[in-house]
């Protein structure tokens, strides 16, 4: 099954408590799935309630298999999306 990160944070974003979302493949020494970097709205949904979202909306390939979060969407200098660590903390 091809996975377009692109798609999979349109979906994702579409959760009414999502403010932004970045996801990207992991890196090498992190796994072969994707990850995710979302900016909450307001506090952080709980983290089996979202999973249940996740399994909703997406198919098993497109579901990130770790999930940051922080009040901004991890950027370089130049403001172009950076890289961030895989981390388990919805």
């Keep these: 099954m091809n996975v377009f990160t692109a798609l999979v944070s349109r979906k994702i974003a579409e959760h009414p408590e999502v403010r932004e979302c970045a996801i990207r493949k992991m890196n090498v020494d ?31 390939p497109e579901r990130p298999a770790m999930i940051s979060s922080g009040p901004a969407l ?17």
Excluded: N
Aim: no cysteine; hydrophobic share 45%; charged share 25%.
């Design 30 to 60: 992190e796994g072969e799935r994707l990850k995710a970097f979302i900016v909450w709205r307001d506090a952080p949904v709980p983290a089996a309630e979202f999973e249940a979202w996740l399994i909703a909306k997406l198919a098993g």
């Design 74 to 90: 991890p950027r370089g200098e130049s403001g172009k999306l950076s890289d961030w660590p895989a981390l388990s903390t919805p």
